[in-house]
């Protein structure tokens, strides 16, 4: 399976845009990329996926590079509530699976 | 709309006791489901998925085996626990679709003394 790198943790100040990286260098063509978060003692949370063109939703937006091996989630104004564990995952087609890394832990500071 | 169930939310259990934990989907058919464990710290690890009842794909060997009993129903056993069982259990579902997103229960946080 296509592994995706993110950094172990990242801090943002409140009210503030997030960008959070997320490299596949190995990602296919049939890779979709899903971005998930995960609050302390609760189940992950699906936030957006994508396949090559930028996409946007009501809690995040997600940048593709052109060339695929690379993509940021984009928190426009971070809130405490979005202090959470993200995960950059590939699905990988054919399978009838996702498999998490370790994410990324997003702090919020006031 | 669709709802998991999940449960118990917490269980401690001796080493060497049994394990059953149970997951339920409503709302929906014949949807996939699967077994996540999370350790203290640590990502989260695939066990289990199913696409459709008997149908069972086991990812990690190990001494807990998953059952589907019925289309909605999914329940996760051992028959003797490990120390190394402790973790965070999570059961999740998704429509039978390429590329659906996954809908998360609330978890099961299992220690084993």
């Known amino acids: 399976d296509a592994k995706t790198t993110q950094p172990n943790s990242m801090e943002s100040n409140e009210e503030e845009p997030v960008h959070l990286p997320c490299n596949h260098s190995?990602?296919?063509?049939?890779?979709?990329i899903h971005w998930y978060r995960q609050l302390p003692s609760q189940g992950p949370e699906y936030v957006i996926h994508g396949l090559t063109s930028n996409v946007n939703n009501r809690m995040a937006s997600l940048a593709i590079a052109e060339d695929r091996k690379s993509s940021t989630l984009i928190l426009h104004r971070a809130t405490l509530r979005d202090a959470a564990v993200y995960y950059c995952i590939l699905y990988n087609f054919g399978n009838e699976k996702l498999t998490f890394g370790t994410g990324t832990r997003l702090t919020i500071i006031p | 709309s669709q709802t998991i169930h999940q449960w118990p939310a917490t269980l401690v259990q001796p080493v060497g006791s049994p394990l059953s934990l149970e997951c339920t989907v409503e709302?929906?058919?014949?949807?996939?489901l699967y077994w996540y464990r999370q350790a203290a710290g640590r990502g989260l690890q695939l066990l289990f998925y199913s696409v459709g009842i008997g149908q069972i794909s086991s990812e990690v060997p190990q001494n807990l085996s998953a059952s589907r009993p019925q289309d909605r129903q999914f329940i996760l056993s051992s028959k003797k626990l490990l120390l190394s069982d402790s973790g965070f259990y999570l059961c999740a579902w998704s429509f039978v679709t390429f590329n659906e997103k996954l809908f998360f229960g609330s978890g099961t946080q299992l220690s084993v003394l």
């Open positions: 709302g929906t058919s014949n949807p996939n």
């Open positions: 190995t990602i296919s063509g049939t890779d979709y």
